[in-house]
């Protein structure tokens, strides 16, 4: 276990939490300490997800580490410009951070990121979700269901036609005859989500848009 949690990238997590706070929250570490567990859980973890802040895992371990170094800075006992310089490095450390850290258009990090590529298929995806109507049950491609969620029914593809990903609590998967459509980007789709789909056209469902491999089925 320990090995695990000595390897770089595991410091690297511990690292990357504490430099906008300019460490200060290991000042403070009693309180610190509440978010023990969870931050355990993810440093002995070998799924890298948990040991990254770019993921919500960390979510729950922030709130602490941010208290911890308001609560350092107070317990320094330091008169009212000794604070205001301390709170002064906390935000120098914050933009620091903030620049090597995040994806932020000021850090070098925006470039790498998949929002900067051009989607020569975007077209088609733009044109494949304005058929699909506001109030309608859906099932969508990953990528596509934040464009498609404001609606009382909608799920990420192959649910409810096969299980994947689905994680509702003391529910068991909804029926597939609620589906009215399913949009896809068959391009990504693995080999058996695509059997599906030639599956659906065949079981109720005819194809209203097929363009760059962007998919629309409406229940017949």
Not at 7 to 21: G, S
Not at 80 to 105: E, T
Not at 125 to 136: F, T
Not at 152 to 170: D, L, S
Request: charged residues 20%; glycine residues 6%; positive net charge.
């Amino acid at each position: 276990m320990l090995s695990i949690v000595g390897q770089e990238r595991k410091l690297m997590y511990l690292l990357e939490l504490l430099a906008p706070m300019a460490f200060f929250p290991l000042m403070n570490i009693e309180t610190l300490l509440i978010a023990l567990p969870t931050l355990f859980s993810n440093l002995v973890s070998q799924q890298g997800y948990m040991d990254s802040i770019q993921y919500h895992y960390t979510a729950t371990i922030i709130p602490f580490v941010f208290v911890s170094g308001i609560l350092a800075i107070e317990k320094l006992g330091l008169k009212a410009k000794g604070k205001v310089l301390m709170a002064g490095l906390i935000i120098v450390a914050a933009l620091v951070s903030n620049y090597y850290l995040s994806p932020s258009p000021l850090s070098p990090n925006f470039t790498r990121g998949y929002w900067t590529n051009s989607n020569e298929r975007r077209g088609s995806m733009d044109e494949a979700l304005s058929l699909i109507p506001k109030d309608a049950a859906v099932s969508a491609y990953c990528s596509m269901v934040p464009h498609l969620a404001h609606r009382q029914k909608i799920y990420e593809f192959p649910n409810p036609f096969k299980t994947v990903n689905w994680g509702v609590r003391g529910e068991h998967p909804h029926k597939k005859a609620l589906i009215q459509y399913v949009v896809v980007d068959v391009k990504n789709l693995p080999g058996d989500q695509r059997l599906l789909i030639d599956e659906l056209r065949n079981k109720g469902f005819r194809q209203i848009f097929n363009r760059d491999e962007i998919l629309v089925l409406k229940r017949k």
